[in-house]
C-alpha cells in the first residue's frame, strides 16, 4: 500500500469526493444512458442461460428424486387433498401441470398459494404486454424520430440513448408517448380490477368450501390478554356466552404451562422420524438378505429399529401419564372459544369486538402460534415493538452504504478512477467490462436485496 502511495496510483481525497458524490446524483444515471445497447443483449442471454440450467436441472433431478418433489404424494395416501401420480419421465410433469385449473388447486394446497400464483401470472401478463407494446411502437417510435447520423450497424456502438425519450428530435411525436402513458395505465387498472373481483369470488367460494368448514380453527376465537378472574374454562364460558349476541360456544378452553410435555412430544416426533429414515433405508431392495441396523448408545452398538421403538413407546407412555395431569398445570392469559359453525365464530367475533378487557381474534393454527409472544404482557409487547421498529431504522442506515458501494464498483470508470493500473485490463478485456458492467453487478446487488428480509427477520 505504501508502494502504491508512492507511486501515485492512489487518487487524491478530491477525486474519491468526486466519485462518491457522483454515486447519488444524477451524473452516474446519465452515464447508463451512452452505454451500448450490447450489454444488454448480454445480460438477456446470461439470464436465459441461467434459466434454461435451473430448468434442465430439475427435468432430470425429478425423476431420481421421489423424497423431494413426490412427498406430497406420498404423505397424503388417504387425503382428498392428494396430488396425482406423476411418472418418472423426462417431461411426464408437463400433461398434470397443463391440466391444473384453478379449482385443482384450491382441492390440493391452500388458498394463499393459489393467490400467490395468480399474483405471478398477473405480473407476467401485465410485464409481457407492456413489454410487447413498448418494442413494438415506444421503441422504434423513439429511434426514427431523432438525429440518426452517428447509427451504425456496429451493436457495439449502439448506444441506449437512440431508443429512449432523449433522442428524439420531433416534439409532435411526445403525443403518443403520453396517449400510450394512459392506455398503460387502462390496461393495469383492468387486471387489477379484474383480479379483485376474483379474488372476492374466490374468498366466498373458499369459506363455503368443505375444506374450510371443517378446519377447527376456521370456527374457533382465541382470546387474549385474559385477567386472573377469567383464566378457567367456566369463568370464559360465562364471560362470552354474557357478551355475545345470542351465540353459545360448544367448546371453552384455557391454554395451560404444560411444563415438559412439549419436549417430551418434541423428543417423539424426533424419534418417529428418526425410525421411518432407518426403516425406509432398511426395507428398500432385498431387505431380508440385509443385516439389520445399528447405531451407537453409550458406547455400545444396538439394534436401531428396536431402539427406537423402544424409546417410542416410553415417551407415548410418559406423555399419556403428562396428558392425566393436565389440570394440575397453571392457567395462562389464553383461551379458545369454539362454535358450531364458521359462521357463528364470525358473529361472536363481531359481538366481542369492543368488549373489554380481553381482546379476541379468529384462532390461527396451533402450529402458527408462538405462545412466548403470545403470553407477552402489553407493556413488554410495546417495548418490544419501539425497539424493533428502532433496531429497523439502523439497519437501514447501515445497509445504505453496501449499497452504494455495490453501486460504485459496478461501474468500471470508478474503479479505473480508484486503482488506475486496472484501466489496461479493462482495455484489453472489453467484453469482460461489459457483462462485469450490466449483468454481475446488478445480479451481486439482486441477491443483497433478497438477503435483506432474512436479515430483518
Given at each position: 500500500?505504501?508502494?502504491?502511495?508512492?507511486?501515485?496510483?492512489?487518487?487524491?481525497?478530491?477525486?474519491?469526493?468526486?466519485?462518491?458524490?457522483?454515486?447519488?446524483?444524477?451524473?452516474?444515471?446519465?452515464?447508463?444512458?451512452?452505454?451500448?445497447?450490447?450489454?444488454?443483449?448480454?445480460?438477456?442471454?446470461?439470464?436465459?442461460?441461467?434459466?434454461?440450467?435451473?430448468?434442465?436441472?430439475?427435468?432430470?433431478?425429478?425423476?431420481?428424486?421421489?423424497?423431494?418433489?413426490?412427498?406430497?404424494?406420498?404423505?397424503?395416501?388417504?387425503?382428498?387433498?392428494?396430488?396425482?401420480?406423476?411418472?418418472?419421465?423426462?417431461?411426464?410433469?408437463?400433461?398434470?401441470?397443463?391440466?391444473?385449473?384453478?379449482?385443482?388447486?384450491?382441492?390440493?394446497?391452500?388458498?394463499?398459494?393459489?393467490?400467490?400464483?395468480?399474483?405471478?401470472?398477473?405480473?407476467?401478463?401485465?410485464?409481457?404486454?407492456?413489454?410487447?407494446?413498448?418494442?413494438?411502437?415506444?421503441?422504434?417510435?423513439?429511434?426514427?424520430?431523432?438525429?440518426?447520423?452517428?447509427?451504425?450497424?456496429?451493436?457495439?456502438?449502439?448506444?441506449?440513448?437512440?431508443?429512449?425519450?432523449?433522442?428524439?428530435?420531433?416534439?409532435?411525436?411526445?403525443?403518443?408517448?403520453?396517449?400510450?402513458?394512459?392506455?398503460?395505465?387502462?390496461?393495469?387498472?383492468?387486471?387489477?380490477?379484474?383480479?379483485?373481483?376474483?379474488?372476492?369470488?374466490?374468498?366466498?367460494?373458499y369459506f363455503a368450501s368443505p375444506q374450510y368448514l371443517r378446519k377447527l380453527q376456521s370456527r374457533t376465537i382465541m382470546v387474549s390478554?385474559?385477567?386472573?378472574?377469567?383464566?378457567?374454562?367456566?369463568?370464559?364460558?360465562?364471560?362470552?356466552?354474557?357478551?355475545?349476541?345470542?351465540?353459545?360456544?360448544?367448546?371453552?378452553?384455557?391454554?395451560?404451562?404444560?411444563?415438559?410435555?412439549?419436549?417430551?412430544?418434541?423428543?417423539?416426533?424426533?424419534?418417529?422420524?428418526?425410525?421411518?429414515?432407518?426403516?425406509?433405508?432398511?426395507?428398500?431392495?432385498?431387505?431380508?438378505?440385509?443385516?439389520?441396523?445399528?447405531?451407537?448408545?453409550?458406547?455400545?452398538?444396538?439394534?436401531?429399529?428396536?431402539?427406537?421403538?423402544?424409546?417410542?413407546?416410553?415417551?407415548?407412555?410418559?406423555?399419556?401419564?403428562?396428558?392425566?395431569?393436565?389440570?394440575?398445570?397453571?392457567?395462562?392469559?389464553?383461551?379458545?372459544?369454539?362454535?358450531?359453525?364458521?359462521?357463528?365464530?364470525?358473529?361472536?367475533?363481531?359481538?366481542?369486538?369492543?368488549?373489554?378487557?380481553?381482546?379476541?381474534?379468529?384462532?390461527?393454527?396451533?402450529?402458527?402460534?408462538?405462545?412466548?409472544?403470545?403470553?407477552?404482557?402489553?407493556?413488554?409487547?410495546?417495548?418490544?415493538?419501539?425497539?424493533?421498529?428502532?433496531?429497523?431504522?439502523?439497519?437501514?442506515?447501515?445497509?445504505?452504504?453496501?449499497?452504494?458501494?455495490?453501486?460504485?464498483?459496478?461501474?468500471?470508470?470508478?474503479?479505473?478512477?480508484?486503482?488506475?493500473?486496472?484501466?489496461?485490463?479493462?482495455?484489453?478485456?472489453?467484453?469482460?467490462?461489459?457483462?462485469?458492467?450490466?449483468?454481475?453487478?446488478?445480479?451481486?446487488?439482486?441477491?443483497?436485496?433478497?438477503?435483506?428480509?432474512?436479515?430483518?427477520?
Amino acid at each position: 500500500m505504501s508502494a502504491a502511495l508512492r507511486n501515485g496510483s492512489v487518487p487524491s481525497q478530491d477525486t474519491l469526493q468526486k466519485i462518491i458524490a457522483g454515486i447519488f446524483t444524477d451524473d452516474a444515471q446519465t452515464k447508463q444512458q451512452y452505454l451500448s445497447i450490447i450489454g444488454l443483449l448480454y445480460q438477456v442471454g446470461i439470464n436465459v442461460g441461467i434459466g434454461a440450467g435451473a430448468f434442465l436441472v430439475f427435468v432430470f433431478l425429478r425423476p431420481k428424486n421421489q423424497r423431494v418433489y413426490g412427498r406430497r404424494y406420498k404423505a397424503l395416501q388417504n387425503d382428498e387433498r392428494r396430488p396425482p401420480k406423476i411418472g418418472r419421465g423426462l417431461f411426464e410433469w408437463v400433461a398434470p401441470l397443463w391440466r391444473a385449473d384453478e379449482r385443482f388447486l384450491l382441492d390440493t394446497v391452500d388458498l394463499d398459494s393459489v393467490f400467490f400464483l395468480r399474483f405471478m401470472k398477473l405480473g407476467m401478463w401485465l410485464m409481457g404486454i407492456f413489454g410487447f407494446l413498448g418494442m413494438c411502437i415506444i421503441v422504434p417510435v423513439n429511434f426514427s424520430n431523432g438525429n440518426n447520423e452517428n447509427v451504425t450497424g456496429n451493436l457495439k456502438e449502439f448506444a441506449l440513448l437512440w431508443i429512449t425519450l432523449y433522442h428524439i428530435t420531433n416534439l409532435n411525436v411526445f403525443a403518443l408517448h403520453v396517449v400510450a402513458a394512459y392506455v398503460f395505465t387502462a390496461i393495469f387498472f383492468y387486471f387489477i380490477v379484474r383480479e379483485y373481483k376474483h379474488y372476492a369470488r374466490a374468498k366466498q367460494d373458499y369459506f363455503a368450501s368443505p375444506q374450510y368448514l371443517r378446519k377447527l380453527q376456521s370456527r374457533t376465537i382465541m382470546v387474549s390478554r385474559l385477567p386472573p378472574d377469567l383464566q378457567s374454562d367456566n369463568a370464559l364460558h360465562s364471560f362470552i356466552a354474557s357478551r355475545s349476541s345470542g351465540t353459545m360456544p360448544t367448546q371453552v378452553s384455557i391454554a395451560r404451562k404444560i411444563g415438559e410435555l412439549q419436549e417430551l412430544v418434541d423428543k417423539h416426533e424426533q424419534s418417529v422420524r428418526k425410525l421411518e429414515q432407518v426403516l425406509s433405508k432398511y426395507l428398500a431392495g432385498d431387505y431380508q438378505s440385509k443385516p439389520r441396523p445399528k447405531i451407537k448408545v453409550a458406547g455400545a452398538q444396538v439394534d436401531a429399529i428396536e431402539h427406537y421403538t423402544l424409546e417410542i413407546e416410553s415417551l407415548e407412555s410418559t406423555i399419556n401419564q403428562a396428558r392425566l395431569e393436565t389440570e394440575t398445570f397453571k392457567a395462562t392469559s389464553i383461551g379458545f372459544v369454539s362454535y358450531a359453525s364458521p359462521q357463528m365464530a364470525h358473529d361472536a367475533l363481531r359481538s366481542l369486538k369492543s368488549v373489554g378487557p380481553a381482546m379476541v381474534s379468529m384462532a390461527p393454527h396451533p402450529k402458527d402460534i408462538i405462545w412466548s409472544n403470545a403470553q407477552m404482557p402489553k407493556s413488554k409487547r410495546l417495548s418490544r415493538l419501539w425497539m424493533a421498529r428502532l433496531i429497523s431504522v439502523v439497519i437501514c442506515f447501515i445497509a445504505f452504504w453496501p449499497v452504494a458501494a455495490l453501486t460504485f464498483i459496478g461501474s468500471a470508470v470508478n474503479i479505473q478512477i480508484l486503482w488506475r493500473n486496472t484501466t489496461d485490463f479493462f482495455t484489453r478485456h472489453n467484453t469482460l467490462t461489459t457483462i462485469w458492467q450490466n449483468t454481475f453487478s446488478p445480479l451481486i446487488l439482486a441477491l443483497y436485496y433478497i438477503m435483506m428480509p432474512h436479515i430483518f427477520r
